[in-house]
């Protein structure tokens, strides 16, 4: 697994000093930023943000225009960007939805999403004037830069990986499709890949909706609209959707054969992995279109067990044709997930359908209720903020909207731009 940067590394203490500095050079001596940078020991990255804008919005002028004329003065330095600009961002949101200033605060949250991202800021616009915001970020779509572009699908994801749900979106997601509309054919993979993760949240909410959208945006192609539906509809095809199947070509495959999964051994020592292989004949006439998929039932705290379903391979078989499968599955210790002792099991995915539930013993560490095993979630709440920040994820706490975790999901940032785990695309 690659390296994971530490709240250290990301919004360090020269980072907030070095924002102290442009704040100064801006007009605004920040005598509370520079002592943030001195309070930052052993707060994890959520904690900093907030930590950070609380004391931009003491230092900073209380009158919106004034805060504003600051904040593009720094602005004008090319220069300044990277992680302290996070902070500034939720300063910004807090500040402008405060003053019911929303258009003009997020007018200077597109001129600062270029320097790092202001997705997590646009949450607390949200939560202050959906309807407006939303007419805003689709005024983005026409822009000439890609990160507004981008920021206008990704900051409306009904589930923004560090973001804090916006209720509105949930409850109506259909309401940021106008945007997405906008966007499908993007010259920019890095906007495109969004949209693709947006409409996928989606499909978490409205399936059928989102199997309309695609179908939709499949009779009406671009060159690049399959490799985006596909990228969409992910979730919906690892949960057997028969409408989401049908639209990438994968039928019912009732004259298709499945044997396994056959287990290289019934026991896994954690650190190791489970190995196995399996066969997949078509006994029809007709040739078949297959996504072959296996679900690994992991064991819970509780000591019940839940299916995550991860992709194997596509096959067309010829009539008659079979296809020999084999795969390791890993576990070891990961952020995203706690593994505890105990029966798991694993089967095999065709086309949506399971198939040969096959039962094993993980061993090497504690089994559930009170397990110490090695997967722990990586930190993603960080404390409820007294201040004007709150912390993600819908926690205790008003204002804006900070980051939980370093942890991102491999996406590199688009180029030009501060890479950052934030720019991840898959999530």
């Known amino acids: 697994m690659g390296h994971v940067p530490t709240a250290d590394e990301l919004l360090s203490p020269t980072t907030v000093l070095d924002l102290a500095e442009h704040l100064r050079l801006a007009g605004a001596p920040s005598p509370r930023v520079t002592e943030a940078a001195g309070a930052l020991d052993g707060v994890a990255l959520a904690g900093r943000t907030r930590l950070v804008a609380d004391a931009v919005l003491a230092d900073l002028p209380e009158d919106y225009s004034a805060f504003e004329a600051v904040l593009r003065a720094a602005l004008a330095d090319p220069g300044f960007g990277g992680w302290a600009v996070w902070p500034l961002s939720e300063a910004l949101a807090a500040r402008a939805a405060s003053a019911d200033r929303v258009r003009e605060g997020l007018d200077v949250l597109a001129a600062m999403t270029g320097r790092l991202t202001g997705e997590f800021a646009l949450r607390t616009f949200l939560l202050a004037d959906l309807g407006t915001t939303l007419d805003v970020a689709l005024g983005w779509t026409g822009s000439p830069d890609e990160h507004v572009r981008r920021l206008a699908s990704e900051g409306t994801r009904p589930f923004l990986p560090w973001g804090r749900r916006v209720p509105g979106l949930v409850a109506e ?3 940021a499709l106008p945007v997405l509309e906008a966007l499908r054919d993007d010259e920019s993979e890095y906007v495109r890949r969004s949209v693709a993760n947006h409409l996928n949240d989606v499909s978490r909410l409205a399936p059928a909706l989102v199997v309309d959208v695609a179908g939709r945006w499949l009779s009406e192609p671009g060159p690049t609209t399959p490799r ?4 969409a509809l992910r979730t919906l095809v690892k949960r057997g959707d028969p409408g ?18 056959v287990l290289a051994r019934n026991e896994v020592v954690f650190g190791g992995g489970l190995e196995f292989t399996a066969e997949v004949r078509n006994r029809g006439s007709e040739a078949a279109r297959l996504a072959i998929d296996y679900a690994v039932h992991y064991v819970k705290a509780d000591g019940s067990r839940t299916p995550k379903v991860f992709k194997l391979t596509t096959r067309v078989l010829e009539p008659g044709e079979r296809a020999l499968l084999t795969k390791r599955h890993p576990f070891r210790e990961i952020t995203t997930r706690r593994h505890h002792a105990g029966t798991h099991a694993v089967e095999l995915q065709v086309n949506g359908v399971r198939h040969g539930l096959t039962e094993f013993e993980l061993t090497g560490l504690a089994g559930p209720r009170g397990a110490t095993g090695s997967g722990g979630v990586a930190g993603s709440g960080g404390v409820a903020g007294s201040g004007g920040v709150a912390a993600p994820g819908g926690m205790a706490g008003s204002g804006t909207a900070a980051a939980g975790t370093a942890a991102g999901s491999g996406a590199a940032a688009s180029p030009g731009r501060t890479a950052s785990a934030v720019d991840a695309g898959g999530r």
Do not use: D, I, Q
Request: hydrophobic letters at 45%; zero cysteines.
């Open 173 to 175: 997601p259909e309401r």
């Open 244 to 261: 989401a199947l049908g639209l990438l070509g994968y039928g019912a495959a009732e004259a298709v054969e499945v044997t396994g999964p």
């Open 228 to 231: 985006l539906v596909r990228h």
